[in-house]
């Protein structure tokens, strides 16, 4: 059987067109597959930029970005959360951000959504108070060089929070995790969403992505500081939080 992992020269375009495809049922599966705890892990991340900036200066009126933002959804939990805020939803496919745009319309909430690469944000050095980023850095080509980018955008001292998922580390529960991800998701991206590939994908770059303490080092790395994680739910999600360093490395 061929692997569901596209080769890395390929990865960009692979993601474009996968998430092009499942934009539609992007938000049901997120629910169904989370068993709807995916709102409160965005809560919780969210709270993170904004529990941290709030001790330092009082009340949240910040500019936050949201990064590869998709359909929208930690945009708009910043919305819910801090309503003095500027904020900035960015992703490469627009079939995804045509949901955001909708969402937000529904929800009468001012964001601004842009198109553009997470590898080249098209925004200046330091603009942005905190940036955010959800189930994205296992979809792009370059981890270390998108943390290094968020950095730019961010203003020393500011803050990131970054959710994304994670094996399990207890072996019985990771076994029961690994039928549940590889076996039943697959099937359910089939009879949800019509794209058992997508969803086989899934857990499969779960399978190759760094764990969290190689995330909070590349972190480290590239121009975060003060930097810890917390899993959450048995640990196959985890939370990573830092702080902007005054000055970046380039890569
Ligand atoms: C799994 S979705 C996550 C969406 C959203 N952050 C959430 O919490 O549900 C991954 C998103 O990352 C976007 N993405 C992946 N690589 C990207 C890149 N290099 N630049 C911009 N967006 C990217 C995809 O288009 C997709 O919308």
Redesign the pocket.
Known sequence: MSSPLPAPEHK?AF??EM?GRIAGRYDLM?CLISLGRDRAW?RYTVAQVMDLRGTDEGSWTGRIL?V????G??ALEAFRQGRGCQIVG????SE?LVRARQKAIKEQARLEWVM????RIPCADGVFDAVV????LR??TDISAAFTEMARVTRPGGRIAC?EMARPRLPLFRQLFAWYFYRLVPLLGQWIAGQRSAYTYLPHSVSVFLSPDEIAEVMRQTGWDRVRYRRLMGGTVAVHVGVRVASVRQV
């Open positions: 960009a993601v474009r998430f997120n965005r949201d590869a933002t998709g359909t959804e930690l960015l992703d490469f496919v995804m553009g690469d997470a590898l980023t959800g189930f994205a979809n792009v959710l």
